[in-house]
């Protein structure tokens, strides 16, 4: 390391920065790519750090740490972080072609219905457009749509740019869905080809822009929607959304082993409705059991990303389009959405950023 009679170069920073650890991709900073703009002024010290998502869970950790490690330099008297977000791209596998301006394509399903599976994926898209990121939601369930409803978009009326679809946006999250296409009391029946040409379309002539995360709004089980979905594009990876009960947790197994048969990276499971806190009170009560989803991702040796609460705020807001982290950011299940989307965001870089194995 320098003294003050030797000065401060550039390749000291560097070293000093390459001491700092990515808790997560479990490199140092410098080798993954996260510092440029190096620049020494005398005893002034510049640099930027970029991280792999504006989401990112031990954001404060990694800048504290890298403000440290260089204002301990002998010779520093000045530090200036310019601290920013550039979020990984997927991915790429051979014989599937990604989707234009799209970084990352994050599917959210469930064994079964009736877990808040669509819940989820509103408020984990809502969330993650909070923290910074550029979003979308694709509802792919063709005879059930429900994201418009819950993302206040359901009077959205489609319109044509450049032979391009132009998706609704609120909340910063642009949406395409089937529901903007029917009238709100047409029946939906169609046969697997029919399903198969809508979701393609909503994926390759819709103007998406460009996005950090493209989260996809599966339907329940494991059928057609998910078979389309990995033959026409790679996907980041999957979330499974399931409850504490038994049977959810059930069906929460077969949907990972959906993934795996696909070759899907898993980002892990969510527990949804884990439980009730009483507003008037603050007591708890687990309504439906507690703790299912964890013991069934430390089974299966898939991460956790997080308990999500039951809450009539939620159902309410889902109900008038006002997604509860978008309503009310210090509600106790806005802090659990946001705290998904950080883990998601996390599980999404380390698909991305650690290296392939070796065939």
Same mark, same amino acid.
């Given at each position: ?16 920065? @390459?001491? $700092? ?28 750090? %970029?991280? %792999? ?15 440290? $490690? ?18 990984? @791209? ?18 959210? %399903?469930?064994?079964?219905?009736? $877990? ?25 369930d063709i005879t059930g749509p429900n994201v418009p409803l819950m993302l206040g978009v359901g009077d ?9 679809i132009i998706p609704s946006e609120n909340y910063g999250i642009k949406c395409i869905s089937m529901a ?38 599966m339907p329940p089980g494991t059928g057609d929607a998910q078979l389309t979905f990995v033959q026409a ?7 499974? $959304? ?91 299940? @806005? ?13 999404? @870089? ?10």
């Amino acid at each position: 390391m320098a003294n003050k009679q030797d000065g401060v170069t550039a390749e000291h920073v560097r070293q000093a920065l @390459s001491t $700092v650890i990515d808790p997560d991709l479990h490199r140092d900073i410098v080798s993954l790519g996260m510092i440029s703009d190096i620049r020494v002024e005398g005893a002034k010290v510049h640099f930027k750090l %970029t991280l %792999t998502t504006p989401a990112c869970p031990v954001r404060e950790k990694i800048e504290a740490e890298s403000r440290q $490690v260089v204002a301990d330099i002998p010779g520093v008297a000045e530090v200036d972080m310019e601290a920013t977000a550039a979020v990984a @791209s997927q991915r790429r596998v051979a014989g599937k072609e990604p989707i234009e301006g799209i970084k990352n394509i994050i599917a959210v %399903t469930s064994g079964k219905g009736g $877990v808040g599976k669509t819940t989820v994926a509103v408020n984990l898209a809502v969330a993650l457009a909070s923290l910074g990121a550029k979003v979308g939601i694709l509802d792919s369930d063709i005879t059930g749509p429900n994201v418009p409803l819950m993302l206040g978009v359901g009077d959205y009326q489609p319109k044509a740019k450049d032979n391009k679809i132009i998706p609704s946006e609120n909340y910063g999250i642009k949406c395409i869905s089937m529901a903007f296409f029917v009238s709100k009391d047409t029946p939906i029946i169609w046969r697997g080809p029919m399903l198969d040409k809508a979701i393609r379309q909503f994926l390759r002539d819709v103007d998406w822009g460009e996005l950090d995360y493209l989260v996809v709004d599966m339907p329940p089980g494991t059928g057609d929607a998910q078979l389309t979905f990995v033959q026409a594009t790679s996907l980041a990876g999957g979330i499974i $959304v399931t409850t504490p009960q038994d049977v959810a947790l059930l069906d929460g197994r077969k949907g990972l082993a959906m993934f795996q048969q696909m070759n899907v990276p898993v980002l892990g499971f969510v527990e949804n409705m884990s439980y009730f806190l009483c507003p008037h009170c603050q007591e708890r009560s687990e309504i439906f059991g507690h703790g299912g989803g964890r013991q069934l991702a430390e089974e299966l040796e898939v991460p956790f990303l997080g308990e999500i609460p039951i809450d009539v705020a939620v159902r309410q807001g889902g109900d008038q389009g006002l997604p509860i982290v978008a309503l009310d950011k210090n509600h106790p299940v @806005s802090q659990a959405f946001v705290d998904l989307a950080k883990r998601v965001a996390a599980q999404v @870089s380390i698909a991305a950023l650690t290296p392939a194995p070796v065939a």
